[in-house]
């Protein structure tokens, strides 16, 4: 949600923010500036579900095929779902600092 009107345009990708609010205009680029943390922590939390995989299969010891259908979807929905909702707080808190 843009953080001035409200509108659903946050986003334009699953993980990728929109450049600008297309009901309002404002800049989401210029307030994302600065939040390339984002980045590493998404980087640390695939390399914690990485060894979480590793730690699950050294212990039931599944097939490849259920090991790669469990964690595939999990990994791929825990980033983009991590990676939204570090872009949303960064964006507000951006925006929050930027008024004042
Ligand atoms: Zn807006």
Redesign the pocket.
């Known amino acids: 949600m ?1 953080p ?4 659903k ?1 946050l986003f334009a990708a699953p993980a990728g923010l929109a450049e600008e ?1 297309a ?4 800049d989401f680029l210029t307030l994302e500036r600065g939040g390339r943390f984002v980045g590493v922590l998404t980087m640390l939390l695939a390399l914690v579900l990485i060894f979480a995989a590793l730690g699950v299969d050294e212990w039931l010891r599944p097939p490849l095929w259920a090991s790669l259908a469990f964690w595939a979807p999990v990994t791929v929905g825990t980033v983009i779902g991590a990676l939204r909702l570090y872009k949303t707080i960064w964006i507000y808190h951006s925006y929050q600092g930027s008024e004042e």
Not at 4 to 7: I, Q
Not at 23 to 26: A, H
């Open positions: 843009c001035r009107c409200g509108a345009t609010c009901s309002c205009g404002l």
